[in-house]
C-alpha cells in the first residue's frame, strides 16, 4: 500500500508539472483527491486495516494527499499567472489612437464677456438688476438728462416703436426703473441687448450688448469710480493693466469720462491692436448727474452715485481679436466653438 | 474742429511741442482725434518765377516754361497745367527733390516721390512745378485759382527767389483735429481753443484787435435799416464796407484758412470765413445792390414759398423756417445759406455784413429739411452766444481794413432785443471735494475758475461763479464740478473702492439662465445668439399660420428695412435661419440653442409697452439625431430643472413641424391645471426646405418664464433600496394610435404601492402581430421599502396593470 502510495505521489508529481492548462490540473485534482480519487481511495480502503498499520498508513496517506494539494494549488497559481500574462500580452492597444470623442457645448462669447464681467462685479458686492429691451423715451433720454434735440434721440439713430417708446439704445435706460425700484444704497450690474440704427459693417451692428454699472450711496466719490473700474480693468486683462481717464461729455454724467486701458496686446509699447497709443478706449462713465437722480426721486443732497457703460461686443473683439462684429451674430458653429 | 497749432498761438503764449500739447489738452477735456503735420517731407522745392511760356513744339497740351530760380539761375520746365501765366510766383522741384505727392492723377506713394528732370515729348524739363497736392495739401483747401493745376503763389516773391518753398511760406505747421463734444460749441473756434489751452498751460489769451484805426464818416444806418419780425433771430448786427476790392487774400491769410482745412476763394469771403473760425460766429455778406430798398427784414417763410439757395438749388419752404428777406424778397435762408441773388460778385463795391444769432433748433429743423448743412448751420444748431456777433462783425472791418480791400463805415446797425448774459451759480466747495474725493482748497478752486477767465465772489465754502458768456453750459453747480475735476487732472483723484458693503444678489431667472446654459452645453450643444427681429415673411417661411398669436408683432416705426420690420415673438425662426446657415456652409452636425427675449405687442394699449418674456431653442440636425434625441434633452433639462410629470401631447396642426412628429410640452399642477411649456418637433420638409435645411432637424422651443416658475431645485435625500426588487417584463400588442404615453398613464393608475419604475425597451410591429398593431414590451419593477418582496405580491399588482392594459387600451398580453 505503502508502495503504491509512492507511485500515486511520484506519478502526480509528473503529471502535474507537465499540465499546461487550468483544466488539466482540475482533471488531475478529480482524479487523485476527487470523491473518486486515488488517494481518496487508498483512504477509504483502510477501513479493513488492523489499527495499527492504518494508523501508520492513514499518516503517510494523508502527507501524500497533503503534497499534492499543494503541489496543484501551486501549479494552479503559476498557470493562473501564465495565463493572466498572456491576455494581457494579447490585448495590446495602441494608445496613441484618439479617444472617443465627448461633445461639451460652448457658450456663445457675448455671453462669456457678460459673465465674466457680472462675476468680477459679484465678487465686489454688485446685484444684477435687469430692465426691459422696449423702454420709454423718459426712461432712455428724458430722464437720463438728454436734451430735447440731441442726436442719439433722431430716428436715424434709435429705433422707435411709438413716438414714446423706443428699442433702448444704451442699457442706461434701466438707470431711472431702478432708481425707482431698489432701495438706497446699492451697487448693480446692468447687462443686457441694445439696439441703435447702425448699418452694419464689420464694426457696425443694429443689434449690440452693453454692461451698464451703477453705484449710489451717501459718500460715493469719483475717486470710487477710478477705484472700482481700475480694479475691474485688472481682473479683466490682467494685473498688469494701466488704466487713463479721460474727460468727456456724456449727458447723464458729470463729470464724465472715458476710460482707457493700456494695451493688452503689446503692454503699452503700440502696436496694431492699440493702433500704435498703447491705450485702447473701453468704456464711458461718469458720476451721475444730479437730474438723472432727481427723476429716480433719488436725494442729490445726500446721496451722489456713479454710472459706467461698457461695450460687450468691443471687449469680446478686442479680447479674441475679432475682426469683424458680424460674425458674432452668424452663429456658424466652426466660429462659436473656438470659445472653449 | 481743426486747430492750425501756429495759428493757436497767435492768441495763447505756448511753446510746447506739438505731442505735449496735444496729451494735456486730452487731459483737460478736449478730446484729439488726429493731429497731422503740414509741409512735412519736402526737399529741394524752391520758389520760381515764369519768365516765358511757349508753346511745346510736339504736344498740344504742354507748354515749355523758362523759370527764374534768383541767383542767375533758370530752369527749363514743361508742364501741362493750364493756369499757368508770365510772371507767376510758383513753387518748382528741381531736379533731386522729394515731394510728399500724391502727383497729379497718382495714387499716393509712402514716402514721397522722387523729382528728376527727363524729357518730355523730347524736350529736356529740369524739374516739377508743383500743385498744392504734390506738396501733401489737400486738393480741397488749394487756393480757388491753383485748383487742380500749379500752385500760384500769391503775393511777390522777388526777394525769395531759389529759397526754400516751405521756409520761405512758412508752411510747417500741424492741424490738429479735436472731437467737440455737444456741450462745448464755444470750442468750434480758435480763441475757444485758444482759452482751453490758456487755462491748461496756465497762461494768458491775446485776444485779436478788433478796432479800425479810421472809419469813414458815413454810418452803416444810413446804408441799410434791419427788422426783425421773429423771435428766432436772437440778434442781427450789420456793418456796411464800401468801396471793395474783390481779390485774392494775402498768403498769411490762406495759409491759415489752409491749415484750418478750408479753401481761400477771395478776400471778402475769406476774411468772413477766418473770422467764422476765429471767433466761432458764422458771417455772411451781401452786396448791397441786390438788397431791394436797402432793407433787412427778418421773418419765417410763408408756407410753398420757394427760393434758389447760394448752390443753384430752388428749395421749397416751411412756415417755420426763418428768412432773411430785403423790401420784397428772401435773400437767405437764416443761418443755412445765403441765396443765389444776393451773392457777392467781381464787380460788387459795397457790402453789408451780416452777424446774427438764430435759435439753435430753428436752424437745426430748417437745414434738416432741407437737406442742407453748411458750416454756418452746424454752428448754429449747436448755440452760439449771441453776444459774439459786434466783437465778430468788428473783427470783419478791422481785417478789412488791414488788407485795405475795403472802406469801413462808422457804428453797426444791432438789433438786440433781449441781451443774454451767462447765469452766474453758486458752487459748494465742499460738494465739490465730495464728489471728487479729494481735499482742494478754495483757493486753488479759485484759481482753476479764474483761469478759464471766470469772475469768482463769495467766501468761506461759497463760490459764486460768472463765466465768460460763451459759456452757455454752466448753469449749476454740477458743472462747476465738472470744470474743477478736469483741470485739476481725472489722473490726480487718488482711486479708491466705494465704502459700500452689499451682498450680490441674482434673480431666480438670472440663475436658472446661467444653469440652463451649462447644462445644455454639457448635453453638447452650443449657445447662439440671433437678432431680436422678425418679420411676416419669416413667420411664412416658418410656417407660421396667418391668424396665429406669434403674428402680434411689435412693429418699429423707423425701421432699418425689412430685416427689422418688427420684434420676434418666438426664437424658432432664428434657430431655423442658424441651422441653414450652418448646413449651407457644409457643418456636418448642429446642436444648438439661445435663450432670448420675445415680445408681443400690448393688445390693451399699444400706447404702452410691450409683454417681453424670455423663451429657450433648442435646434439640431446630423447624424444620429431624432426626435427622441431631442425629446431626451429637452426630458433631461426639465428633469435638472426640478419639473415634474411633463406631458407630450401630439400635435399634428403647428406648421413649423411634421403632423406626425410634433409634441406640445405641458406640465400638470397639482391643482390639476394644465400649464404649457412648450413645442417641440422635427422640422416640416417644406419649413427646412426654406430655410435651406437639407436635412432632418428637431426644433424645440419653451417658454423660460414659465420653466422659471416652474422649477424647483431642492433636492430631498432618500436612502436608496435595502431590500431587492422584482422585475417583470410584460408585452403587449395594441392598436397602432394607442401611445405609449397612454400605457403607461394606465400603468401608472393600475399600480397599486410596489411598482418602483417603468421602463420602454421594445416596440415591434410586423407580420407576428398583424396589421395595424403594435408590440409594445415594458420592463416593471416592483419593490418594497421595508421588507423583501415575494413573487406572489409582485405577482398579484403585475396582473393588476396587465388586466387595466386589457380593459382600458384593448391591449393583448403576449407570453413569450
Known amino acids: ?340 | 474742429m481743426i486747430v492750425s497749432y501756429k495759428w493757436l498761438k497767435d492768441y495763447v503764449n505756448i511753446d510746447a511741442p506739438v505731442k505735449e500739447f496735444c496729451d494735456r489738452m486730452i487731459m483737460s477735456g478736449s478730446n484729439l482725434e488726429t493731429c497731422k503735420a503740414i509741409g512735412e517731407g519736402i526737399e529741394n522745392v524752391k520758389i520760381g518765377r515764369i519768365e516765358k511760356i511757349e508753346k511745346h513744339p510736339d504736344a498740344d497740351k504742354l507748354v515749355v516754361c523758362r523759370v527764374d530760380m534768383g541767383g542767375g539761375e533758370s530752369l527749363q520746365i514743361v508742364t501741362s497745367a493750364p493756369n499757368v501765366f508770365e510772371g507767376a510766383f510758383v513753387p518748382v522741384a528741381v531736379d533731386g527733390a522729394v515731394v510728399p505727392g500724391p502727383l497729379h492723377g497718382q495714387p499716393k506713394v509712402e514716402g514721397g516721390v522722387k523729382i528728376s528732370k527727363g524729357e518730355m515729348r523730347g524736350v529736356l524739363s529740369e524739374g516739377m512745378m508743383c500743385g498744392p497736392q504734390e506738396l501733401g495739401l489737400s486738393d480741397k483747401v488749394a487756393p480757388i485759382n491753383s485748383k487742380d493745376g500749379i500752385w500760384l503763389l500769391e503775393g511777390d516773391w522777388s526777394e525769395h527767389l531759389g529759397e526754400d518753398v516751405d521756409k520761405a511760406l512758412d508752411l510747417h505747421d500741424y492741424a490738429v483735429d479735436f472731437e467737440i463734444t455737444p456741450n462745448r460749441p464755444d470750442c468750434l473756434s480758435m480763441l475757444g481753443m485758444a482759452r482751453e489751452a490758456a487755462a491748461t498751460f496756465g497762461t494768458k489769451m491775446i485776444y485779436p484787435d478788433t478796432e479800425c484805426e479810421k472809419v469813414i464818416s458815413e454810418k452803416a444806418s444810413d446804408y441799410i435799416k434791419v427788422d426783425v419780425n421773429s423771435d428766432l433771430c436772437k440778434r442781427y448786427t450789420a456793418r456796411v464796407i464800401k468801396n471793395v476790392k474783390i481779390e485774392q487774400s494775402p498768403w498769411w491769410l490762406q495759409k491759415r484758412l489752409m491749415a484750418a482745412g478750408m479753401r481761400p476763394i477771395n478776400n471778402i469771403v475769406d476774411i468772413t470765413n477766418f473770422v467764422m473760425l476765429e471767433y466761432g460766429q458764422p458771417l455772411h455778406a451781401f452786396d448791397i445792390r441786390s438788397l431791394a430798398g436797402a432793407h433787412i427784414i427778418v421773418d419765417t417763410a410763408k408756407d410753398g414759398d420757394r427760393f434758389t439757395t447760394l448752390d443753384g438749388t430752388e428749395r421749397e419752404l416751411t412756415s417755420d423756417m426763418l428768412m432773411i428777406n430785403d423790401a420784397e424778397k428772401p435773400v437767405a435762408v437764416a443761418g443755412v445759406m445765403g441765396g443765389l441773388n444776393s451773392e457777392i460778385e467781381n464787380d460788387t463795391t459795397t457790402v453789408v455784413i451780416e452777424s446774427a444769432t438764430f435759435v439753435a433748433d430753428s436752424v437745426r429743423k430748417t437745414s434738416k429739411k432741407l437737406g442742407l448743412r453748411t458750416e454756418a448751420s452746424g454752428r448754429y444748431e449747436k448755440g452760439i452766444d449771441p453776444n459774439l456777433c459786434e466783437k465778430a462783425a468788428d473783427r470783419v472791418c478791422k481785417l478789412v481794413e488791414m488788407l485795405g480791400c475795403g472802406e469801413v463805415l462808422t457804428g453797426s446797425v444791432d438789433v438786440y432785443k433781449n441781451p443774454e448774459t451767462a447765469p452766474t451759480v453758486t458752487a459748494r466747495v465742499s460738494r465739490i471735494n465730495r464728489v471728487l474725493g479729494i481735499d482742494l482748497g478754495r483757493g486753488d478752486m479759485v484759481k482753476i475758475l479764474e483761469g478759464l477767465e471766470m469772475k469768482v465772489e463769495g467766501t468761506g465754502d461759497e463760490l459764486i461763479v460768472t463765466p465768460p458768456s460763451v459759456r452757455q453750459d454752466l448753469l449749476e453747480e454740477v458743472d462747476y464740478v465738472e470744470e474743477i475735476a478736469r483741470m485739476y487732472g481725472y489722473d490726480n483723484l487718488p482711486m479708491t473702492l466705494p465704502d459700500l458693503q452689499t451682498k450680490a444678489e441674482f434673480s431666480k431667472s438670472w440663475l436658472l439662465r446661467d444653469f440652463v446654459r451649462e447644462t445644455l452645453c454639457a448635453m453638447g450643444a452650443n449657445e447662439i445668439q440671433t437678432f431680436s427681429f422678425m418679420n411676416n415673411k419669416t413667420l411664412d417661411a416658418a410656417g407660421i399660420a396667418k391668424d396665429s398669436w406669434e403674428r402680434a408683432m411689435v412693429e418699429l416705426i423707423n425701421p432699418m428695412g425689412e430685416d427689422t420690420a418688427s420684434m420676434r415673438t418666438i426664437l424658432t425662426p432664428g434657430m431655423l435661419e442658424v441651422l441653414g446657415r450652418n448646413y449651407s456652409r457644409n457643418v456636418e452636425a448642429v446642436r444648438a440653442y439661445e435663450i432670448g427675449t420675445v415680445f408681443m405687442k400690448n393688445m390693451i394699449d399699444e400706447n404702452q409697452l410691450p409683454h417681453e418674456s424670455l423663451d429657450l431653442t433648442i435646434g439640431l440636425y446630423g447624424e444620429g439625431e431624432d426626435f427622441f434625441t431631442l425629446k431626451g434633452m429637452v426630458e433631461a433639462l426639465l428633469d435638472r430643472i426640478g419639473i415634474e410629470g411633463v406631458i407630450y401631447t401630439p400635435e399634428s396642426e403647428y406648421g413649423v413641424y411634421h403632423p406626425g412628429r410634433c409634441a406640445r410640452i405641458s406640465v400638470k399642477t397639482e391643482a390639476g391645471e394644465e400649464i404649457e411649456l412648450g413645442i417641440m418637433g422635427e422640422v416640416h420638409p417644406d419649413v427646412a426646405e426654406n430655410f435651406a435645411i437639407g436635412t432632418r432637424a428637431y426644433c424645440a422651443e419653451l417658454f423660460f418664464n414659465v420653466l422659471v416658475e416652474l422649477s424647483g431645485r431642492e433636492i430631498q435625500y432618500h436612502q436608496p433600496p435595502k431590500y431587492p426588487s422584482i422585475t417583470r417584463d410584460i408585452a403587449l400588442v395594441v392598436d397602432e394610435d394607442v401611445t405609449v404615453g397612454q400605457m403607461e398613464d394606465v400603468i401608472h393608475e393600475a399600480a397599486d404601492e410596489l411598482l418602483r419604475d417603468v421602463k420602454l425597451f421594445d416596440i415591434y410591429r410586423g407580420a407576428q402581430v398583424g396589421e395595424g398593431k403594435k408590440s409594445v414590451a415594458f420592463s416593471l419593477t416592483y419593490r418594497h421599502d421595508d421588507r423583501t418582496l415575494t413573487d406572489e405580491e409582485a405577482d398579484r399588482e403585475h396582473a393588476l396593470i396587465a388586466d387595466a392594459l386589457r380593459d382600458k387600451v384593448g391591449a393583448k398580453i403576449r407570453d413569450n
Open chain 1, 1 to 340: 500500500m505503502q508502495e503504491r502510495l509512492n507511485e500515486m505521489l511520484e506519478e502526480a508529481k509528473g503529471l502535474i508539472e507537465g499540465a499546461g492548462s487550468i483544466s488539466e490540473i482540475e482533471e488531475l485534482r478529480v482524479k487523485y483527491l476527487g470523491k473518486k480519487g486515488q488517494v481518496t481511495e487508498v483512504l477509504k480502503s483502510m477501513g479493513k486495516l488492523p489499527p495499527e498499520e492504518k494508523k501508520e498508513l492513514g499518516k503517510s496517506a494523508n502527507m501524500v494527499k497533503g503534497q499534492i494539494d499543494s503541489l496543484i494549488t501551486e501549479k494552479t497559481a503559476e498557470l493562473r499567472e501564465k495565463e493572466k500574462n498572456a491576455r494581457l500580452a494579447a490585448e495590446k492597444i495602441d494608445v496613441t489612437e484618439p479617444g472617443k470623442e465627448v461633445k461639451f457645448g460652448v457658450k456663445h462669447p457675448i455671453t462669456q464677456i457678460i459673465d465674466e464681467v457680472v462675476g468680477i462685479f459679484k465678487s465686489m458686492g454688485y446685484s444684477v438688476y435687469e430692465g426691459p429691451d422696449v423702454d420709454t423715451v423718459f426712461n432712455t433720454f428724458d430722464g437720463l438728462n438728454s436734451p430735447p434735440t440731441h442726436p442719439s434721440r433722431d430716428m436715424t439713430d434709435t429705433f422707435y416703436v411709438t413716438k414714446d417708446i423706443v428699442l433702448r439704445p444704451h442699457t442706461s435706460s434701466a438707470e431711472i426703473r431702478a432708481e425707482l425700484e431698489l432701495p438706497t444704497p446699492y451697487k448693480i450690474v446692468i447687462p443686457g441687448r441694445t439696439y441703435r440704427c447702425d448699418t452694419p459693417d464689420a464694426t457696425h451692428s443694429h443689434t449690440f450688448h452693453q454692461i451698464e454699472m451703477m453705484v449710489i450711496g451717501e459718500n460715493i466719490t469719483m475717486a470710487d469710480l477710478k477705484g472700482s473700474l481700475d480694479h475691474m480693468a485688472k481682473k479683466l486683462f490682467g494685473p498688469e493693466t494701466r488704466t487713463k481717464f479721460r474727460p468727456h461729455h456724456f449727458p447723464f454724467t458729470e463729470p464724465s469720462a472715458e476710460m482707457d486701458v493700456s494695451c493688452f496686446k503689446c503692454g503699452g509699447k503700440g502696436c496694431n491692436v492699440c493702433k500704435g497709443s498703447g491705450w485702447i478706449e473701453i468704456l464711458g462713465c461718469g458720476m451721475t448727474h444730479p437730474h438723472v437722480h432727481r427723476a429716480g426721486g433719488i436725494d442729490t443732497e445726500k446721496y451722489t452715485g456713479f454710472a459706467v457703460g461698457m461695450g460687450v461686443e468691443r471687449i469680446a473683439m478686442l479680447k479674441y481679436g475679432i475682426d469683424d462684429i458680424r460674425l458674432l451674430y452668424e452663429n456658424d458653429m466652426r466660429f462659436i466653438e473656438q470659445f472653449k
